[in-house]
């Protein structure tokens, strides 16, 4: 059951926005397209769906290192195993990635999303990230190789 104080919240909440709707529609102010902010997913930069164009081709930025305990896909996230997440990719993708620092390079499944950092292309597990030399951040470049048992 909830607390009253918190229904009791909740109804004072509704109807102040009800009252603050009813004033604006009562003063016939229209809300234009010019006014209104874009979508986040319309904007230049902001999250995009991979395509087939994206397999193949390269990605350059920073790779941090996650450590969650259940991942986008539903497995339970295994420290050493070589996965890492990123935003757009299709889940089960396989991605090189080469760390610009020491030259090393290392080919991970994808099997999370994230990072959700401005700037970072993707976050690697502990083990991939032991391996590849990467100690917090470090800059990277991605090369998608493919689907799991598929390869491009």
């Given amino acids: ?19 603050a709707l009813t004033c604006v529609l009562a003063t016939g102010v229209q809300i234009t397209p010019s006014l209104a902010r874009p979508h986040p997913a319309n ?15 390269a990605f350059s930025g920073v790779a941090s290192v996650y450590h969650d305990r259940m991942t986008a896909s539903g497995e ?6 070589m996965t890492a997440a990123h935003k ?20 991970v499944r994808i099997n999370d999303r994230g990072p959700y950092v401005r700037g970072r292309v993707i976050d690697l597990s502990p083990g991939a990230a032991r391996v590849l030399g990467v100690d917090g951040l470090a800059p990277v470049s991605l090369s998608v190789a493919g689907r799991a048992g598929r390869r491009v």
């Avoid at 909830?2 to 009252?19: D, E, M, V």
């Avoid at 339970?76 to 195993?81: I, L, R």
């Fill in 1 to 19: 059951m909830r607390n009253q104080n918190t229904t009791h919240r909740s109804t004072i909440k509704a109807a102040a926005l009800t009252a």
């Fill in 43 to 57: 904007e230049a930069g902001a999250f995009a769906r991979a395509t087939k164009a994206d397999f193949g081709s």
């Fill in 76 to 81: 339970h996230m295994n420290p050493n195993a």
């Fill in 88 to 107: 757009t990719l299709p889940l089960g993708s396989i991605v090189t990635v080469r760390n610009h620092r020491n030259g090393r390079s290392i080919t």
